[in-house]
Nanobody, 121 residues
């Protein structure tokens, strides 16, 4: 069992920045990949970025590449999502997810409850 708790969501103006955090507990994460997803009102949940806990390799959705950065602090069992140049269409609930192996999909085993990010125009 892995527990995930997101924080950091807020209201921000377009072009602004925000950093989300996801604290993980319950298991050793060395064999896990952790990801961020988001879900806007009326839309399906979509992948944003992932990071492999062991080694720290990352992967991003094309829509956020160059603006968002995913990272982790192994000592704190926490991962982060630094979001820059935010756009109003990125208003969504952002979810932390985790799964064993190399990728995290919408069928991930563990999910947080989400944190709201609202980008005003």
């Amino acid at each position: 069992q892995v527990q995930l708790v997101e924080s950091g969501g807020a209201l921000v103006q377009a072009g602004g920045s925000l950093r989300l955090s996801c604290a993980a507990s319950g298991r050793t994460l060395s064999s896990y990949t952790m990801a961020w997803f988001r879900q806007a009102p009326g839309k399906e949940r979509e992948f944003v970025a992932h990071i492999r806990w062991s080694g720290g390799s990352t992967y991003y959705a094309n829509s956020v590449k160059g603006r968002f950065t995913i990272s982790r602090d192994s000592a704190k069992n926490t991962k982060y999502l630094q979001m820059n140049s935010l756009k109003p269409e990125e208003t969504a609930v952002y979810y932390c997810a985790a799964d064993r192996g190399l990728v995290v999909t919408i069928a991930a085993a563990w999910w947080g409850r989400g944190t709201q990010v609202t980008v005003s125009s």
